[in-house]
């Protein structure tokens, strides 16, 4: 199984923060990153924007802009979500990876990341998606669970995928199980099913009593 410092990146060495402006320039059309780390003596010192760089006089050097550099960047024992989550927050395509001496590694590229998580249970194993939502303090991961596997159900995985307005939604992938059962409990328990699904009787229900209902008015 893989893990994620598998995924660390040296196809490219860090820019110098001596370097010029212009020979940066070249880099970033070449590799075409949204940000790349730079060094100042085998030291990380922050990672170049290629949107802030074409602004910059190209005969002049890195160290000129210095104060234009963000800091961001990743451990190597960083858990892949919150890899995610700093790729998100910085708007980056690559993240500069450092040990726990602050020594720089290599980076990740968002590409591998996704990648990864391709290949986690979540995305790789078949089973169905549920979205439900509920008032936020009312809901339960705990009692989640338990309605998913009191039907014979299994999860793969779940999160939290929108939370406004006092409500939050919650997003559970499922292995076996019965899916209307699950969805019918989750409406006991006062969970609104916000995704559609063949299997859910309750729906198709009421679908065949409007059709029903359509039918008799239009006599």
Same mark, same amino acid.
């Not at 802030?52 to 000129?64: A, C, G, N, Q």
């Not at 969970?191 to 063949?198: G, T």
């Given at each position: 199984m893989n893990i994620l410092s598998d995924y660390i990146n040296n196809d490219y060495k860090?820019?110098?923060?001596? @370097?010029?402006?212009?020979v940066a320039q070249d880099f970033f059309i070449d590799a075409s990153f949204s940000h790349f780390p730079v060094m100042d003596?085998?030291? /990380?010192?922050?990672?170049?924007?290629?949107e802030?760089?074409?602004? /910059?006089?190209?005969?002049?050097?890195?160290?000129?802009y210095k104060y234009t550099l963000e800091g961001f960047?990743?451990?190597?024992?960083?858990?892949?979500?919150?890899v995610l989550e700093d790729f998100a927050k910085n708007q980056t395509t690559i993240l500069p990876i450092l040990d726990e001496n602050n020594k720089y590694l290599g980076y990740y590229e968002i590409v591998d990341v996704i990648r990864f998580f391709n290949e986690t249970p979540f995305l790789k194993e078949p089973g169905?998606?549920?979205?439900?939502?509920?008032?936020?303090?009312?809901?339960?991961?705990? %009692?989640?669970s338990q309605i998913v596997e009191g039907n014979n159900g299994r999860i793969l995985g779940l999160f939290i995928s929108d939370s406004t307005n006092g409500k939050i939604q919650i997003t559970i992938k499922i292995a076996a199980g019965g899916m209307n059962e699950i969805i019918q409990t989750f409406r006991?328990?006062?969970? @609104?099913?916000?995704?559609?699904? %063949? @299997?859910?009787?309750?729906?198709?229900?009421?679908?065949?009593?409007?059709?029903?209902?359509d039918k008799y008015l239009n006599i």
């Open positions: 860090p820019l110098d923060i001596h @370097e010029s402006v212009a003596e085998g030291v /990380f010192v922050g990672n170049l924007s290629s802030d760089l074409e602004t /910059f006089d190209f005969d002049k050097k890195i160290i000129d960047f990743a451990k190597n024992d960083s858990i892949w979500l919150d169905g998606i549920i979205i439900i939502e509920k008032n936020i303090i009312e809901y339960s991961f705990s %009692q989640i006991r328990y006062e969970y @609104e099913i916000i995704s559609d699904h %063949q @299997e859910d009787n309750y729906i198709n229900n009421l679908k065949e009593r409007s059709e029903y209902l």
